[in-house]
């Protein structure tokens, strides 16, 4: 997790430009909204609590980086985010409440985050535990030597060290030579017997899209659970998969579970971001009635009170809302934000507009970014022994070509590249590995060779390209 301190708002579109070009406004209030949370928390308590997020309303086309923003904003805050479709709840089968899912699933996306934190900082006493649980496994009968060099572990209740009343030297060393072994890992192949625990708290990895249907599988899955006792199973597997398993079963112990929920709350309810995307289409037109509208207006009024702060019941106890970061975004090329229930427009008082992307915005989207797709492709192919370069002169053709697609019919944004340079490399892509240990440099001719005539039939771009 980055240091929240160090991210000023001019660090965080720093970091931003290395994914997304241009969107300056965009990227400045998000920016700006970050900050403010973390500014929020230095107040005194009872100033603190007056402070409410700016939510954020981004409004611009498709496929020109909304959510390439929010993406990675929040993983460049290292704050739980949570990004969901508006429409998601219009659809057949959800009913109000099922709005409150985004903040159970944004609770559980902080759960497993500082999980995860909790067990990498555990790691190694869970794999020395591991350690001596294996060689229990592999020399069976054979008791448990306490170690001078043993780590002092206050182990669990019903795990106590089984306390040898002298296991011989000769045991002793037995041990150690299997542990050096072990170590060495010339025993990974070996097949032991381990109880694989099926317990409830594996309900707990139930993330983003839990819908009402699923937390109910969940519940019946916890009582099963339940009438069988959490049993577990007996598997065989070699000493590889069985360190794993084990690792796994430890850290599990060694977590604290109250520690986690308390603090993935606190990161939630403090720092947490929800991304709303295609906000547009839950707004209709006064002018326009029927079962759908009534629908996505009553989607509206349920995410009303979760914008402005409520509680919602999760399983990892009750959140309050009232900080949560909201994002939310749509190219309302049909619908307008003023089409959104009034109450709801209010709780998104900041407005940005992304611009639509040009050909030189292209030009860059193919080279500069961290994960630019002529990037992408080139370490695709590199794994085949292909060495894949671009000329200038084809990375010109291919950004004229996308803005003249774009233009000609929908403009569907930087995603036109991906179609365009999928088209482009296919061939290659294809034959790849009859060409390893070769370079192949795409060229202004090769670009115009696959490209040019699909381009300018309409019929053919509009189903390829
Ligand atoms: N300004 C940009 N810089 C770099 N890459 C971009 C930019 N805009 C879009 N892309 C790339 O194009 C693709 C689509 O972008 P994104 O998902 O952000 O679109 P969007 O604005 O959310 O569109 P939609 O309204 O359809 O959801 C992504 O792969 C993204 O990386
Ligand atoms: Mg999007």
């Not at 535990?129 to 008791?143: F, H, N, Q, T, V």
């Not at 708290?201 to 659970?225: C, K, R, Y």
């Not at 004229?400 to 365009?420: C, D, K, Q």
């Amino acid at each position: 997790m980055v240091e929240l301190d160090s991210l000023t708002p001019k660090a965080i579109v720093a970091e931003l430009d290395k994914y997304v070009i241009g969107q300056n406004k965009a990227k400045r209030a998000v920016a700006i909204a970050l900050r403010n949370r973390t500014r929020r928390l230095k107040l005194p308590e009872e100033s603190r609590d007056e402070v409410a997020p700016k939510n954020i309303l981004m409004i611009g086309p498709t496929g020109v980086g909304k959510t390439e923003i929010a993406r990675r904003l929040a993983r460049l805050s290292g704050a739980p985010f949570l990004k969901v479709e508006a429409t998601k709840y219009t659809e057949v089968g959800y009913v109000g409440r099922d709005v409150e899912s985004m903040i159970r699933d944004l609770m559980a996306v902080g759960y497993s985050m500082v999980k995860a934190e909790m067990q990498a900082t555990l790691r190694g006493e869970a794999e020395k535990r591991a350690e001596e649980i294996l060689l229990d496994l592999l020399l069976p009968g054979m008791k448990k030597k306490d170690t001078p060099s043993a780590p002092l572990v206050a182990l669990p209740a019903g795990e106590t060290a089984k306390e040898t009343d002298g296991g011989s030297a000769d045991q002793g060393s037995t041990r150690e030579k299997f542990r050096a072994m072990l170590r060495a890992g010339t025993l990974d192949d070996r097949v032991v017997e381990v109880s694989v625990q099926r317990s409830g708290n594996a309900g707990f990895e139930v993330f983003a899209g839990s819908s009402n249907i699923e937390d109910l599988e969940m519940s019946v899955a916890n009582i099963t659970n339940l009438i069988t006792g959490g049993k577990s199973k007996k598997k065989s597997v070699s000493v590889r998969e069985a360190r794993e398993i084990i690792i796994a079963e430890q850290l599990d112990k060694l977590v604290d579970q109250d520690k986690i929920t308390e603090e993935a709350k606190y990161r939630v309810e403090e720092t947490g971001i929800v991304f709303i995307d295609e906000i547009d289409k839950i707004a209709n037109r006064s002018d326009r009635s029927g079962g759908q509208d009534v629908s996505r207006e009553g989607v509206q009024r349920d995410i009303l009170p979760i914008v402005e702060g409520s509680n919602v019941t999760t399983k990892f106890g009750v959140i309050d809302t009232t900080h949560i970061l909201f994002i939310a975004a749509g190219a309302f090329n049909v619908s307008k934000p003023s089409d959104l229930i009034p109450e709801l427009q209010g709780r998104f008082p900041l407005r940005v507009e992304l611009e639509s992307l040009v050909e030189a915005d292209f030009r860059r989207i193919l080279l500069e970014p961290k994960n630019a797709l002529t990037k992408q492709y080139r370490d695709l192919l590199a794994t085949e022994g292909v060495t894949l370069s671009f000329a200038d002169e084809a990375i010109d053709r291919m950004s004229a070509l996308a803005a003249e697609v774009n233009a000609r019919m929908e403009n569907i944004g930087a995603r036109r590249l991906h179609t365009i340079l999928e088209t482009l490399l296919e061939d290659l892509s294809f034959n790849a590995n009859d060409l390893a240990g070769q370079s192949v440099e795409i060229t202004r001719e090769y670009v115009d060779e696959r490209l040019k005539d699909i381009s300018q039939d309409q019929d053919l771009s509009r189903y390829i390209l």
